[in-house]
């Protein structure tokens, strides 16, 4: 009984394992990461843009990872996120991430594109920011926070949300994981 018991789990254990190495081997000939996809991200229809000569359109970036991040100048936790970002506009712009700076205001002179541009010169931000005061992108999707990062894979899906400051960790591994997906 002992014997058939522990070749049964010995068949188990192995057979799971069996299955979970090639499933890995799938996986790592599909390059897929392993992140839900949430649906196509909504388009970007802003016309003011700073850091980029014209507006920026997702169906343009395809084969690029995106992040969108809503923000605005005078939201502290907006602040203590900007150092990550532009780690990782340093760290993974040459190898495909485009970072998008979605500027919706919460106060009036949060508005104004003097301040905006003033603060994106004070930060020393040099990824795209878009200028979205009518807030067409951020009901486009669907956010209620500052700040909020979209990440998007290279066929345009958002593949991972975080709203808030932390986890810098976990998005970094998340964009070096879509960054690793094939086109």
């Not at 799971?16 to 991200?41: E, F, I, N, V, Y």
């Not at 809503?70 to 532009?86: A, D, Q, R």
């Amino acid at each position: 009984m002992r014997k058939l018991l522990f070749g049964f789990l010995t068949l188990i254990l192995f057979g799971c394992a069996s299955r979970a190495s090639s499933s890995q081997a799938d996986s790592t000939m599909t390059k897929h990461a392993s992140l839900p996809d949430l649906g196509a991200a909504p388009e970007l229809t802003n016309d003011t843009w700073l850091n980029v000569d014209s507006p920026l359109r997702l169906a343009d970036l395809r084969g690029n990872v995106v992040i969108v991040e809503m923000w605005t100048f005078g939201c502290i936790n907006c602040k203590n996120v900007m150092p990550s970002l532009k780690e990782w506009h340093s760290k993974y712009a040459e190898q495909g991430l485009v970072i998008i700076g979605n500027h919706f205001p919460e106060f009036s002179y949060e508005a104004d594109l003097e301040n905006l541009k003033n603060a994106v010169a004070e930060y020393g931000l040099e990824y795209p920011i878009a200028q979205d005061n009518n807030g067409d992108t951020w009901r486009a999707y669907k956010n209620h926070y500052w700040p909020a990062l979209y990440l998007i894979d290279k066929q345009g899906h958002i593949r991972y949300v975080h709203i808030g400051e932390g986890r810098y960790k976990e998005t970094e591994e998340n964009i070096q994981a879509l960054l690793a997906e094939e086109y």
